[in-house]
């Protein structure tokens, strides 16, 4: 946990940004894998860990702002409990050292929230995720699933104040970024014909629990990258493959990493995918260079698209102008996802909270429709103390391109019978994770290697 202070302070700027009620946090339970003793991984919700830094299952806390109120609701180990579990360090001992000094039992947050209710006061609480959240909101509050309205003022003062990263955050977050670094160090001296996908995946997962992490996400380890989200791992690598690990760590804090690397199984790209490599890494270096506060994150994602095509035509698979092919969405044959998103406590910063709170304005909302556009996690003006990813890529999926091909799609910006030589390539993605700053952008991490002649060297040393 970070010092009681922190997280008082934390709930301070969350008052001052809300007008009244009361403010509702339920904390995660442990969900079974398939009996109730045996549970998956636990792990707590983020915004209850932002505000409280509890890493304790089936407790919740209230913010009574008429009141002004802070108590932490949970149950302290019974003798069973600690017949199982030995003696542990109380729910009382923990929340004094989130500055909160009243506790009480779980089976009153329900008494507290229905005499607020019987007074005519708000209550106001966040989307649930959780089926049992769901299940104990529309309990607590007596609402069917159904009807829950989750409280917009709550979401917008929380996601307007996590937005902005503390120096403490960025702290945890390298610390994440820089097992990932090595995680992915790893992945390319593992690598190799003969051996599988899941060895790979293994090996890092390894890694990353020695130094205390979890991973952010499951990872994406695969030697067919042109699926985005591929978590199939029995192929077994062979010479001629790329290979894409997209993968990250979590610290014990709850911060994450998340970087993606594509690099040959052989000791050397092959000419075609060199070729296709350095137009992504060029569509990567570009977009970089735009960030800064004030530019509209979606004026870079077209811009990352408009190198992405430039290099396209120059390799023969697409035509015309580049900026009039990104208008016509052309682009999207080969790159369908966004540019990138938030990250903080989750890889995917606050996305239960709603999209268009957290990567659009009500005045700029998020284009939900258009292909390419609408998988576009983030959208708005970047702003000082932001941390988000940049993650350009290349994805070959033969039946997108089946499917535009019959239709004729696009046709003026797009060679079809080039593309159908590469129909089979798969995928390349590079990604890494930056912090806005007054002046421009930060790096996070150490940095980790990605032009050609740096992966091939490292290939080289290590396979040899």
């Avoid at 959780?130 to 529309?138: A, D, E, R, V, Y």
């Avoid at 996305?351 to 304005?361: F, K, M, V």
């Avoid at 009500?362 to 959208?379: A, C, I, V, W, Y």
Wanted: net charge negative; with cysteine.
């Amino acid at each position: 946990m970070f010092s009681a202070q922190t997280y008082q302070n934390r709930r301070s700027v969350l008052k001052n940004n809300m007008t009244d009620g009361i403010l509702l946090f339920l904390g995660n339970i442990e969900n079974p894998v398939n009996f109730e003793h045996n549970p998956y991984y636990f792990r707590q919700d983020s915004t209850y860990l932002y505000y409280f830094g509890i890493q304790e299952p089936r407790i919740a806390a209230i913010i009574d702002i008429d009141e002004n109120k802070t108590i932490v609701f949970g149950d302290e180990l019974s003798i069973d409990d600690i017949v199982w579990m030995g003696r542990q360090e109380t729910l009382k001992e923990k929340s004094l050292k989130s500055g909160v000094e009243e506790t009480l039992p779980y089976a009153e947050l329900s008494q507290y929230l229905q005499k607020a209710q019987s007074s005519g006061r708000k209550i106001h609480y966040l989307p649930p995720y959780q089926s049992f959240n769901k299940i104990l909101l529309s309990d607590l509050l007596g609402i069917r699933i159904a009807g829950l309205q989750p409280s917009v003022e709550m979401i917008k003062a929380i996601v307007k104040q996590r937005s902005i990263k503390e120096a403490r955050e960025i702290a945890e977050i390298e610390k994440a970024v820089n097992v990932s670094n090595d995680m992915h160090l790893l992945a390319m001296r593992t690598a190799r014909p003969g051996i599988k996908e899941y060895e790979v995946a293994n090996a890092i997962q390894y890694l990353a629990a020695n130094r205390e992490c979890q991973m952010s996400y499951p990872p994406i380890v695969t030697i067919n990258g042109g699926i985005l989200h591929n978590h199939y791992r029995l192929n077994t690598l062979k010479e001629g493959d790329l290979f894409l690990n997209d993968s990250g760590a979590e610290t014990a804090m709850g911060y994450a990493g998340d970087l993606t690397r594509t690099f040959p199984v052989s000791k050397t790209f092959t000419a075609k995918q060199k070729e296709m490599y350095e137009v992504v890494l060029n569509a990567f270096n570009n977009a970089q260079q735009l960030l800064k506060p004030g530019i509209r994150f979606k004026d870079i994602h077209l811009k990352a698209s408009q190198h992405l095509v430039e290099g396209l035509v120059d390799l023969g698979l697409m035509k015309g102008n580049p900026e009039e092919a990104v208008k016509n969405h052309a682009h999207t044959l080969f790159f369908q996802c966004g540019l990138g998103h938030m990250m903080g406590l989750d890889v995917h910063d606050m996305e239960d909270l709603g999209e268009q709170y957290i990567g659009y304005t009500e005045e700029e909302p998020k284009d939900t429709k258009t292909f390419g556009l609408k998988s576009l996690r983030l959208g708005k003006a970047l702003e000082s103390g932001f941390v988000v990813t940049v993650e350009p890529g290349i994805y070959m999926i033969p039946e997108l391109i089946d499917i535009w091909q019959a239709e004729n799609k696009n046709a003026d910006f797009i060679n079809y019978d080039k593309v159908n030589e590469y129909r089979n390539f798969g995928g390349i993605r590079v990604e890494d994770n930056f912090l806005i700053t007054d002046e421009g952008y930060r790096l996070l991490g150490n940095g980790l290697i990605k032009t050609v002649e740096e992966i091939e060297n490292y290939r080289a040393e290590h396979l040899a």
